[in-house]
C-alpha cells in the first residue's frame, strides 16, 4: 500500500515538471535509449551517498547495446522482407542497402558535488562506440561495416533531494544536455560508389545537435530487508539542429527493488518502459533521387520510435560497508517492442557502472 502511494506521488511531482508534451516522446538515435539517469546509475537504485557526509563523488559507467532482426509494430520481419532484390517490385518498404546487426558502447564518466544535505550538481562526459554491419545490392558492397567513436553531449545536472522522513527519499532534478557530440560523422557507403564519404544515418551520429532539457524525479524507501523505489525522466529537445532536424522527447518510467542479502552484497531486479516518437524534420544529404528516397531503413526519420518494456536483474557490490565504493553489476532484456515503421529491434543491454564518493 505504502509502494503504490510512494510512486503515485513520484508521477505526480513529474507531472507538476514537465509539459504534456513531454511525456509522449523519446530519443531515437541512442539505440540504448538511455536518460541521464540511466546511463550514470545517479540515484536510480537509491545510491544518495553524498547523503551521509561526504561531498564529492567519481563515477565510470559502460553500457553496451546490442540490436538485430527486424520489426514492424510488434511484427517480426526477416531479413527477405525488408531487402529489396532486383527483379522484384522496389517499395518504400524493402530497401536495397540493410543493416542487419548494430552495436553501441557507452563509457561515461561523471563527477559531482554536494553543497549542502540537499542540493548537489554533476557533470558526466560519454564517448561513444559504434558499429553497423550491412549487406546490400550494390557492387563492392555487398557486405560492409560503417563504425564511429568520439564524445557525445555533455550533460549537466542538478539533484535537490525533498523534505521528508524516515527511510523515504524522494528527489527532482533537472539538467541541460550540451550538442558537444557531432552529427556529421561521414562514412564510405553505397549512396556515390566506392571511395567516397557521405554522412552517415541518425543511429551513426554521436550527438543531438541541440541543447536538450532533462528532468526527472526519484523515489526510493529502505526497508529492513528490501529497498525499493521509482523514477520517472524525461528528455525535452530544444529546437532543430544544423541538418534540418531534431531527436525526439523521451519518456521513461523505471521501478526497482533490491534485497539487502548483507551490507556489501544486494542483488535487485529492475522493470522500465520507454515511449519515444520519430524523429522530426529530415536530414536531406541521407536521401537519394528518385520515388523511393530512403536507401536503407536507418534512414527514413518516420523509423524511429515506439515503446519499449524491459527486465533487468542487477547487483550492488560494495568494497566496505559504508559503501563509499561501490560496483553495479546490470543486464537487461526487452519483453515488449512496438516500434514505429521498419526497426532493427534491440536484443540484449548490459552494463557496469563504479561509483566513489569522499
Known amino acids: 500500500m505504502h509502494l503504490c502511494k510512494d510512486i503515485y506521488l513520484t508521477a505526480a511531482l513529474l507531472a507538476l515538471l514537465l509539459p504534456a508534451k513531454a511525456i509522449s516522446q523519446t530519443n531515437p538515435s541512442e ?20 547523503l551521509e557526509g561526504n561531498r564529492w563523488f567519481l563515477q565510470y559507467a559502460y553500457r553496451s547495446l546490442e540490436v538485430g532482426g527486424y520489426q514492424h509494430g510488434t511484427n517480426r520481419l ?79 545536472n542538478g539533484s535537490y533531494i525533498l523534505p521528508s522522513s524516515g527511510s523515504q527519499i524522494y528527489s527532482v532534478n533537472v539538467g541541460v544536455s550540451l550538442p558537444t557530440g557531432s552529427i556529421d560523422e561521414v562514412g564510405d557507403t553505397p549512396r556515390n560508389g566506392p571511395g567516397t564519404f557521405e554522412r552517415l544515418p541518425y543511429t551513426m551520429q554521436l550527438g543531438s545537435g541541440t541543447y536538450d532539457l532533462l528532468l526527472s524525479t526519484n523515489f526510493s524507501n529502505s526497508g529492513q530487508v528490501i529497498d525499493y523505489g521509482a523514477s520517472l525522466n524525461s528528455t525535452i529537445r530544444q529546437g532543430t539542429n544544423d541538418n534540418d532536424y531534431r531527436l525526439g522527447n523521451n519518456f521513461g518510467l523505471r521501478g526497482w527493488a533490491r534485497y539487502r542479502w548483507n551490507q556489501r552484497f544486494q542483488p535487485g531486479i529492475a522493470v522500465s518502459f520507454r515511449h519515444t516518437d520519430d524523429i522530426q524534420g529530415m536530414d536531406l544529404g541521407l536521401t537519394v533521387p528518385g520515388p523511393f528516397p530512403f536507401p536503407a531503413s536507418i534512414t527514413d526519420p518516420d523509423n524511429f520510435g515506439g515503446r519499449k518494456a524491459k527486465v533487468g536483474l542487477n547487483a550492488r557490490i560494495c568494497v566496505q560497508e559504508s559503501c563509499n565504493l561501490f560496483f553495479l553489476v546490470e543486464i537487461n532484456k526487452p519483453f515488449y517492442q512496438d516500434l514505429n515503421g521498419i526497426q532493427i529491434k534491440e536484443k540484449t543491454e548490459i552494463a557496469l557502472s563504479a561509483k566513489f564518493s569522499f
Do not use: C, W
Not at 132 to 143: A, K, N, Q, W, Y
Open 31 to 50: 539505440l540504448a535509449a538511455l536518460s541521464l539517469e540511466e546511463l550514470l546509475g545517479i540515484n536510480v537504485y537509491g545510491e544518495n551517498s553524498l
Open 78 to 156: 526477416g531479413l527477405d522482407d525488408v531487402s529489396f532484390s532486383p527483379g522484384s517490385p522496389r517499395t518504400a518498404s524493402n530497401y536495397p542497402v540493410v543493416p542487419t546487426e548494430i552495436t553501441q558502447k557507452i563509457h561515461a564518466f561523471s563527477t559531482g558535488y554536494r553543497f549542502s544535505e540537499s542540493f548537489s550538481v554533476s557533470v558526466s562526459v560519454p564517448m561513444i562506440e559504434q558499429n553497423t554491419d550491412h549487406l546490400s545490392i550494390v557492387p563492392g558492397f555487398s557486405e560492409f561495416k560503417i563504425s564511429t567513436d568520439g564524445i557525445g553531449d555533455i550533460a549537466l
